[in-house]
């Protein structure tokens, strides 16, 4: 009778760790797509290279996962060169302003109704001090930008913003609005932030303000980076 009884014990244990495994093998099937957002943050961004999923689908609308990795973000002369070695008429940037690129790959995994992704206008910029900026993105041509997707595809672009120059601690959210959960994303740079590539070469060369030339010393002019009076000539001074 005992014998009967450990059978039958052993019986019921096996087909509760049967009915496990479908949980199991979902849970890690779930968790291979990206790493867990829960500890995502304001004050805990995720740095380049770590990836993270946003799931909206029990909304109403823009209801879709995606899976997000922040592959570079690039500012100042970094950025500027960037952008106009891709297309020289685009424009510089205003006085006091600064160009600011994040480069993410997004994988779509799910869109409910399979309707259109567009998450090139859903980043915004956060300032030190919570404010945002209320552009949602600058166009620049030449730039291969985010654009809109479908369930399973997979791309890898740009959102561009102009931000202050002395704008530190910068952060990245996704979605801007709306009250749902957003995942957060570091604004440092990765590369580049002190490159002193300028539209006027460097500033400390012969015959700039701060390195004037003297009498008799030949100074270039080169204004060919310039998508206006493109020109370049060489004056000399023997008086």
């Not at 998450?119 to 985010?146: A, C, E």
């Not at 369930?151 to 740009?158: D, F, H, S």
């Not at 959210?173 to 740079?189: I, M, N, Q």
Request: aromatic letters at 10%; one cysteine or more; proline letters at 5%.
């Amino acid at each position: 009778m005992r014998k009967i009884i450990s059978i039958l014990l052993a019986l019921s244990m096996l087909v509760a760790l049967a009915g496990c495994f479908p949980r199991a093998i979902q849970t890690m099937s779930e968790d291979s797509r990206g790493e867990d957002s829960s500890s995502n943050s304001r004050s805990n961004p995720a740095k380049a290279g770590k990836t993270l999923i946003y799931n909206s689908m029990k909304e109403s609308y823009d209801a879709f996962e995606l899976e997000i990795t922040l592959v570079e973000v690039l500012r100042g002369g970094a950025a500027l060169r960037l952008i106009k070695q891709a297309d020289n008429y685009n424009d510089p940037p205003p006085a006091g302003k600064e160009y600011f690129m994040a480069k993410f790959k997004i994988k779509a995994l799910r869109s409910k109704n399979d309707e259109e992704i567009n998450p090139q206008y859903m980043f915004n910029i956060v300032r030190k001090d919570g404010s945002t900026y209320d552009d949602l993105g600058t166009y620049v041509s030449g730039v291969k930008l985010l654009s809109a997707m479908y369930e399973g595809a997979t791309q890898e672009g740009y959102v561009v913003f102009l931000v202050d120059e002395d704008d530190n601690d910068l952060l990245i959210v996704f979605p801007e609005y709306g009250g749902r959960s957003r995942l957060w994303f570091s604004g440092k740079p990765t590369d580049g932030r002190d490159d002193d590539y300028s539209l006027l070469g460097d500033p400390n060369r012969l015959g700039s303000r701060d390195n004037p030339a003297k009498l008799n010393e030949t100074a270039n002019y080169n204004g060919v980076d310039l998508s206006y009076r493109t020109y370049e000539f060489t004056p000399s001074f023997d008086r």
